[in-house]
């Protein structure tokens, strides 16, 4: 059974974390291993937890997700986001506020090679919603939207409208979604690349979501674009990142809405 960063992998919609007490560290019994029910766990690529993982400059210079170490990184002092490791606003779990000027890039990587597509998400709360903004993307864009690579993908904010877009084989494809963008809660932002049957989703907490139709034809995508959190002036409070090499369902995404909303307290 693999182990990456402290994590079981399984195969029965879990994963499974290792104790994190020096008593359990010891005994190792399979009675003190606390279960995380995500769905499809085997198809998770990344997986950003606010509180592991966190290395602090003067605010967040690096973020290491939990399962094949790739990291977030941020080498100027002036762009890292602000890290609060007991936050109260969040059931006391820890919490990353990035201002109209932070961002974090873990390079050149989640290119879509597999003929299913991928799933990337993020939890966070969204304090300004900007135009022309970013929240989670791999895309040379100087904000929201997609550049001209083929495979670059992108979680857009844009005042109460929330888009998603990609460019397929043929050319870009957005397609959006009216939500209030400012909550008093955090939400679950999802965008669902699914090449087997031709269709890019939009959704926030598995609930509505905007789709459209994207190319079929079998190309590995190599974008060469970071994926990064946060670009241009939107600002946001994150909690979590998730990446999936598959295409997940609607019932997927409120699966793991509902865990981390009861996670954080919202």
């Known amino acids: 059974m693999p182990i990456f960063n402290n994590i079981i992998k399984q195969s029965n919609n879990a994963l499974v974390r290792s104790p994190q007490s020096i008593f359990a560290g010891i005994v190792r019994s399979p009675f003190q291993y606390s279960v995380l029910p995500f769905p499809q766990p085997d198809s998770i690529v990344a997986y950003w937890e606010g509180g592991s993982g966190i290395t602090i400059g ?68 969204i304090t300004n919603s900007a135009a022309n903004s970013a929240s989670l993307n791999k895309s040379s864009a100087g904000g929201s939207g997609v550049g001209a690579n083929a495979g670059e993908y992108a979680i857009n904010v844009g005042g ?44 926030i907490n598995g609930g509505t979501a905007g789709t459209v139709a994207i190319g079929t034809a079998l190309t ?23 990446v999936y090499n598959v295409a997940l369902t609607t019932a997927e ?14």
């Open 220 to 242: 590995d995508f190599n974008a060469g674009a970071s994926f990064s959190i946060r670009k241009n002036a939107v600002t946001l409070v994150v909690l979590t990142v998730l």
């Open 58 to 125: 003067t605010g967040v210079s690096a973020w290491v997700d939990r399962i094949g170490g790739v990291s977030f990184a941020q080498g100027t002092a002036a762009n890292q986001p602000t890290y609060i490791q007991y936050d109260s606003n969040y059931n006391n779990q820890a919490s990353l506020t990035f201002d109209n000027t932070d961002s974090l890039s873990a390079g050149d990587v989640f290119d879509i090679r597999t003929l299913a597509g991928m799933s990337v998400m993020i939890f966070c709360k």
């Open 160 to 203: 109460t409208n929330m888009t998603g877009s990609f460019y397929d084989t043929t050319g870009r494809v957005t397609t959006g979604i009216t939500d209030t963008a400012v909550n008093s809660k955090a939400q679950l932002y999802s965008l669902v690349i699914d090449r087997t049957n031709g269709l890019l989703s939009m959704a």
């Open 253 to 266: 995404l409120n699966q793991i809405a509902g865990v981390l909303k009861q996670k954080y307290g919202q």
